[in-house]
């Protein structure tokens, strides 16, 4: 009986220790199925699962019209995670030529212990495609015993290459972005905040070594950077570029530049320069040829400062068009001597016969009807020394010294058009104020922009000052009318049908090389129809070798873009009949009989 009632107790014993263990198994059961289940989902979709950036496409960059300046087009970067890299050097072997790229880089980025090491970045879909079919060739032509020696661990991420479909046609003010997708140069690297867009984000499920197809999903979706429309016409651009470009090469010129604005809203409808660069190829370009000239480059403009000289003096009624001056070939001023550029008798010129010869002592004695005060007050009012607000990067506000540095000999050299810098863009818009009434209106390339949905908005209107009142300016587009007469420095800027008003320019060139003088720097700026101003153009062309005088470098270029300019705009000629102020003494003698 003894041993029958310790059986019985060891039973209970066993039977309540396995009722124990069932307990405890049931409410493990009950806490790994209800209770931590989500825990362990979450778990294990971390380990199968990865996240990773998507690029947002950068917007366009189009002319007036709609043509593509640069657009953003679909790529993808070739990524490994290095860890499972069975055999980096046979994979560089198969994906290299695919690539072309050397099989020791690819292999260099095969090898380690990174999760994330780039291959080749900026693919085509289809080369991503050609590498997908070599590994899975290679992968099936292993046997059983093979099977380890798979090469897994590929992956793609979605992005985006830059295409500049003009080429060079515009790349200094377009400029490109750089490896990384960021603006590096011109309206790229200025607007890239408004260009870029924002990055989004996606999951994926990840197993045997290689992304899960239709796992992706979306976490943050990706939004697309604005569009910038331009007021640049590329068939203008294209005849402006064209034209600079042989004149630059013809002259065996530095550089060359041309502008073309409507002085009415400031709007450029051509940015032209020359040499240029072709931003879908800058792996070898240097600094210098990024560069945006027409802002960045500083000059003395020579002669076609001379109406500003000229506007201040009118406009405070010290001369009048046909004010008579004794023009001497040379003049001592203070303690220099100054001289016309070519060798003359003494004449007697009216204020519209200097200008249209181009005196230099002529200039010097209408400027010394105003002070030095209110004559440096008009070069600012025009914009001299500060910038224009075209917004372009990099922008110079050139240079005017303070007049507190003036010395007995900066009046008569400013006067000229010499002893201050300018920018094209600024030498541009010192015209277009005389075109548009005496009213300045900064320049602009940019005619609005439209958001990833399409919608539209335009350019606020510019801003806009009053420097000179509209009968001055009326005046002085009639004195420049004579400039490209017969009679002037520019006659081959004339256009037949059209009255055509403008002023050239031969300075010479400061050169930051030698801290000296050294070369020339041509121009011609003009507009038309002189009576009724639709457009004006710039030309600027830099060191010329040989001849280098405004009016046979720059009048040329001048006409054969402002031609194309009046016709493809359906400007006709005004037909007004041109009554030219007398250049000279005689001609005033000879008007009063």
Not at 32 to 38: F, G, L, R, S, T
Not at 351 to 364: M, Q
Not at 376 to 395: H, R, V
Request: proline share 5%; glycine share 8%; charged share 15%.
């Amino acid at each position: 009986m003894g041993d029958l009632s310790l059986s019985r107790e060891r039973i209970r014993g066993l039977l309540a220790v396995s009722l124990v263990f069932i307990l405890l198994l049931a409410f493990r059961l009950v806490d790994i199925q209800a209770v931590q289940a989500q825990s362990y989902a979450v778990r294990a979709a971390n380990e199968m699962s990865r996240t990773t950036i998507m690029p947002a496409s950068r917007g366009s960059i189009t002319d007036i019209n709609g043509v593509e300046f640069a657009r953003s087009v679909a790529a993808i970067n070739i990524v490994v995670d290095q860890t499972l890299i069975s055999d980096p050097a046979k994979a560089a072997r198969i994906v290299a030529p695919i690539l072309s790229l050397p099989v020791i880089t690819v292999q260099a980025s095969l090898t380690g212990s990174k999760l994330w090491s780039l291959v080749a970045r900026n693919v085509t879909p289809a080369k991503w495609d050609q590498v997908n079919a070599a590994l899975a060739v290679y992968n099936q032509s292993l046997d059983r015993a093979n099977q380890s020696k798979k090469i897994f661990g590929f992956f793609s991420e979605r992005g985006y290459i830059r295409e500049y479909p003009s080429g060079e046609l515009i790349g200094s003010l377009v400029g490109f972005v750089n490896q990384d997708g960021v603006g590096a140069s011109g309206l790229e690297s200025s607007l890239n905040s408004k260009i870029a867009g924002t990055a989004g984000k996606y999951m994926y499920a990840y197993g045997y070594g290689a992304q899960i197809p239709g796992s992706q999903q979306e976490l943050i979706t990706a939004k697309a950077g604005a569009s910038i429309r331009l007021t640049i016409d590329r068939d203008i651009q294209w005849v402006a570029s064209q034209a600079i470009s042989e004149a630059v090469q013809s002259a065996h010129a530095l550089s060359g530049t041309v502008i073309v604005m409507d002085p009415k809203t400031g709007q450029i409808l051509a940015h032209a320069t020359a040499p240029t660069f072709d931003p879908n190829n800058t792996k070898k370009i240097s600094l210098n040829a990024i560069r945006n000239p027409s802002v960045q480059d500083v000059y003395e403009p020579g002669s076609t400062g001379k109406v500003m000289t000229m506007a201040a003096a009118i406009e405070e009624k010290k001369i009048t068009p046909t004010t008579v001056f004794t023009v001497p070939y040379s003049l001592k001023v203070s303690n220099g001597i100054f001289h016309d550029h070519e060798r003359h008798s003494t004449l007697r010129l009216t204020t519209s016969g200097i200008l249209a010869v181009s005196s230099n002592t002529g200039t010097i004695q209408v400027g010394e009807k105003l002070s030095n005060s209110v004559l440096y007050d008009y070069l600012q009012k025009f914009g001299i020394g500060s910038s224009t607000g075209s917004g372009l990067s990099g922008e110079s506000a050139g240079l005017l010294p303070e007049l507190a540095n003036w010395s007995g000999t900066t009046a008569p050299t400013v006067a000229f058009g010499q002893g201050y810098s300018v920018t094209s863009m600024q030498a541009t818009s010192v015209f277009a104020t005389i075109a548009n009434n005496g009213v300045r209106v900064s320049p602009t390339v940019i005619a609005g922009t439209s958001d990833a949905s399409g919608h539209f908005t335009p350019s606020p209107k510019r801003e806009s000052v009053q420097v000179i009142s509209p009968d001055t300016a009326t005046k002085l587009r009639l004195m420049m009318e004579s400039v490209v007469s017969a009679n002037g420095t520019a006659p081959e800027a004339a256009i037949d049908g059209y009255r055509v008003a403008g002023k050239t320019g031969t300075a010479m060139r400061y050169s930051q090389s030698c801290h000296c003088y050294s070369g020339y720097t041509a121009s011609f700026i003009g507009f038309a129809p002189a009576d009724a101003p639709q457009y004006v153009i710039s030309v600027t062309i830099q060191a010329p070798q040989g001849i280098h005088w405004g009016g046979t470098l720059g009048a040329p270029v001048f006409k054969k873009v402002m031609s194309f300019v009046l016709q493809s705009k359906h400007i006709s000629p005004t037909n007004t009949k041109v009554i030219p102020y007398p250049l000279n003494e005689s001609q005033i003698k000879k008007a009063k009989k």
